[in-house]
């Protein structure tokens, strides 16, 4: 366990990237961020920039114009990297499901690592999301068990 | 050979004290917006998870002057702790600051560009008021050594006060602090597009973040000058500066450039002058 594994389970810099939901989950991504919930306690920092990102937080149903949107932010974010599928519609399509202008989930294009419940998703359900991504990053990098 | 441990010393030591200090300032910053905020070591994680990450190259040119500017900082500090002349630090720290901007402009990307300007508009409000300062600070000892600084009994301070508050607006510009953070915003700041550091990831960003906790250790040395005897007494002044920036930072909005431009000058570069012009007077110096 090197201190750079380490560092990586204590500092994930999210960004937060909407398809065309409904901005009820994006809301409460905002909301996590603030006093009353205060993720920087965990070192997680929201960042606008996918180069400097390294969880990718996905809120809403992918449609065939955002696809490519979300194919060119992940390809930007340097490794190692987490997606995070927030809300029912992220995950599933929710009540979008089978519209003649949606894909789908986000797994439809990118590899999900945690999916996260809700319409919209709690706030302490999203935090929840983003400590289960880390668990399952120090697995990866060998940290954890 | 002493002169040789000073600056391994200095150079070890240095990082572990900026981040030391940042880490401090962004759980200050937190507790003063009502957070908890991260743990102290939080920038050393945030540092050691940047060296850990893939590099992304979108201009080899841009390595090489991001790692100049780290290397004129750490020359910089190496003025300060080995007593030289303050006047050629000034004037490295030019260099540093342009090598940065450098940086920003050999990306293709228009943000890094809008960035790299706004970088120089700020290179353009502190570096008059530095070189004024060591000016002044040649008014009092009759040499720019800093080791005539240390060695002279009066303090600075006394004499040239109205140049540590113009000290104190570089400062606040050199922290990337509101409402100087024009260029890029200090890391507790949260933006869209993060001006300068668009292009900068991974590893580099990681060496930016460094050369970053060398400046804020140097510019900490250069306000202590100011009580050069007992040191100790600077030391504190300048924390005090520092707890200072971070009140600022928080009372305070994003300006825009042009006002910190007009702000630095009407402000600082008068102070300055009036300064030297009163010790031109009374002492008849220069």
């Not at chain 1, 797994?107 to 419940?117: I, M």
Request: proline share 5%; aromatic share 12%.
């Amino acid at each position: 366990m090197g201190i750079i594994q380490k560092s990586q389970v204590k500092s994930p810099w999210i960004m937060h990237f909407c398809n065309s939901s409904c901005n009820g989950c994006d809301i409460e991504v905002l909301a996590s961020l603030t006093p009353l919930y205060d993720v920087e306690r965990f070192g997680i920092v929201n960042m606008g920039n996918p180069k400097h990102a390294d969880v990718l937080v996905v809120t809403g149903p992918v449609n065939y114009r955002t696809a490519r949107v979300l194919k060119n932010l992940y390809d930007q974010i340097p490794d190692p990297k987490m997606v995070i599928a927030v809300g029912a519609c992220a995950s599933t399509g929710g009540v979008f499901h089978n519209c003649y202008n949606i894909l789908g989930g986000v797994d439809k294009v990118l590899p999900v690592d945690v999916y996260v419940p809700g319409c919209a998703a709690r706030p302490e359900a999203i935090i929840d999301g983003v400590v289960l991504a880390l668990q399952k990053l120090s697995k990866a990098v060998g940290v954890a068990k | 050979m002493s002169q040789l441990w000073i600056a391994v010393i200095a150079v070890v030591a240095a990082p572990f004290v900026g981040g030391f200090l940042s880490g401090i300032d962004r759980r200050v910053t937190a507790r003063l917006q009502g957070r908890y905020g991260p743990p102290i070591v939080q920038p050393f994680y945030d540092f050691f998870k940047l060296l850990g990450k893939g590099r992304i190259a979108t201009s080899k040119t841009q390595f090489i002057w991001i790692i100049s500017y780290l290397v004129f900082m750490i020359a910089c500090l190496l003025f300060l702790v080995l007593q030289q002349d303050i006047l050629l630090l000034v004037f490295l720290l030019g260099f540093a600051g342009i090598s940065f901007v450098l940086a920003g402009f050999s990306t293709k990307s228009p943000y890094s560009h809008f960035g790299a300007n706004r970088e120089l508009l700020q290179i353009l409000s502190y570096e008059p008021i530095l070189l004024l300062f060591a000016l002044g600070v040649y008014s009092q000892t009759g040499s720019f050594m800093i080791s005539d600084i240390l060695a002279s009994e009066a303090p600075l301070l006394a004499s040239i006060w109205p140049i540590f508050i113009a000290l104190l607006v570089v400062l606040t510009i050199k922290m990337r602090k509101s409402p100087f953070d024009i260029a890029t915003s200090h890391h507790g700041h949260q933006e869209l597009v993060k001006g300068i550091m668009t292009e900068i990831s991974g590893p580099y960003y990681a060496l930016v973040t460094l050369t970053e906790w060398y400046e804020l250790v140097l510019l900490l040395g250069i306000v202590a000058l100011f009580w050069a005897n007992p040191l100790w007494i600077g030391i504190l002044i300048a924390l005090a500066a520092f707890v200072l920036e971070l009140f600022v930072d928080n009372i305070n909005a994003r300006m825009t450039g042009g006002w910190m431009v007009r702000f630095s000058w009407a402000v600082g570069l008068v102070l300055c002058i009036v300064t030297l012009t009163y010790w031109w007077i009374m002492k008849g110096v220069f």
